[in-house]
């Protein structure tokens, strides 16, 4: 089976406190950590253990600059085959559709079995994978967290529904899934790991290499585009307890047991 | 201004709940907007759904079919791109079936797409200005989308209050000759439903609820020792399912169970909707997180910043010295 999963770099969230910046219109960016979009990494694992169980190639693919091949290198320390970078000025400014429609391309140049994408990633789109399944008139499943091969160019895959519940369907390859967290458990990448992978070259490819047209894509083709970052004004809000522990301990103890918090 | 479609999920015969935000969520786009409510299905439950949606939208258009018996997001979308008048606006609920469907459902509409928008602010010429957050709720954004060539909108559920307006007594246009046979690469086997677990967190009055800032496995029991000393059970955000720490029964949240205690104390969890979304009855929320900007402390009543794993052995250590002095 060739697996492409497609990932992104983005400010890592236990790493950082998100603020705005001093002008407060937009994130402050200096000193952000980042790493793979965390999504993204269950769904690379999911391929690598796909391939393990039936063989196969794992292609890990972003949309980015060069600064975005530490996702492409640490991916490939886990057990991707290959790393693509799709990358250009064109690209700038992209919202979800320009992405997926980027991606599409490149799909159209390959020969993939089942395209993998996260749920999500920071922004909270949920958009790209749907999209890219629609764009290339594949069956897409979103939410997934099991994954099965059948027989028959197919796949049983279990849905991430309400309550818990999982809804199991089956599904025709090629297609398009948007992997949930919690699916498996990614595998940890050492230092050592991304030093085998440091010099292995990392094909680019642009605009051209992939026919798309620079004006289907980026800022000027986007329908979609972020106005400015803000912070709502607080409703009530918690009242914060600023004592010492041991006076903020007291005083929970005593707001809890008029609670009916205490046994 | 484009007409207004508001996509309804059902289940059972009974509309879900965003069926009326939807239509309030319409109203902020357009005051004067009269949106069409869209609902496909089968049999009974699907006139059953039709007659509850007569008091929130002026005209419903159904399509019924044995194939939508159980909703399918191809079939859906199909059926969609068939009835839909150009350039329209499509709401659908930011949940499971929203997020399976509306993506792909732009791309097919060539529309613009936003999704889990959480607020309106109306329209300036051809562009509709959106709020949504980003990182969890950490941050707020405003977004445009134009809305020139139609737009596909997920709506984030709680967001829009109903309409308290009179009932409208809407008709019912039965669309399905429009439609005619659909195929997709999907098909719906079965419904798995939740394992209940060692422990039913939905039945306790207080409970401890842990998040990422658990840290690890091994201080999963530094919340288990409170929750015995209090008399509580330990549940938890999605994280720390993700992580194994603790079993799927455990999770409140939409993915997990909804909860109704009394007492809440969240504990090194930020906040996300998806995991407020499972806390209901209006409990006492307690917040200990070590991050003063966690989305927790603004829904939470009491909060603490504070290092949760040196926090939580002193407050269990408190709790054991009350018992041991208070007479039973």
Redesign the interface.
Known sequence: MEILVCARRV?D??EN????NSAGND?ERDDLVYSINEWDNYAVEEALQIVARVGGNVTVVTVGGEDDEEILRREMAMGANHGVLISDDAFTGSD??GI?TILAAFVRKGQYDLILTG?QA??????????L???LD??????VNSVEVLDGRKL?V???????????????LP?VLSIQ??IN?PRYVGMRGIRQVASIPIPTFGASDLGVDPGAVGQAAA??????????A??K?????HGS??E???K??E??AA????? | MARIFAYIVHKAGVADDSAAELAAAARKIDPAASPTAIVTGWGADLDAVCATLQSHYGEIWKVAGETFAYPNAELVRKTLVKVLPPGSIVLAPHEHFGIDLAPGLSIKLNSAFVSDVLGIEGVEGASLKLVRQEFGGQVSAHVGCDISSGAVITVRPGAFKPLESAPINGIVVDKTSDVGALTAGRRYLETMVAESGDVDITKHNVLVSIGRGIQEKDNVALAQDLADALGAAVSCSRPVVDAKWLEKSRQVGTSGKTVKPKVYLACGISGAFQHLAGIKGNPFIVAINKNPKAPIFQVADVGIVDDLLEFLPEFTNKVRELHSVSPK
């Open positions: 400010p969230t236990s406190e998100i603020e705005l994130l979800g559709r997926a749920v920071e922004d909270g789109g949920a958009q790209v994978g749907g999209m399944a629609a764009l594949y069956p897409f499943a979103s939410l049983k279990s849905r991430e529904i309400a309550g818990g519940n999982k809804e199991i369907s089956e599904i025709d297609c967290t919690g458990e329908k979609v585009k972020r106005v400015d970052y803000f912070v709502p607080l409703g809000g918690a009242e914060m307890l522990r041991e903020n301990i007291d929970l103890i707001l809890v609670k009916g918090g205490l046994k």
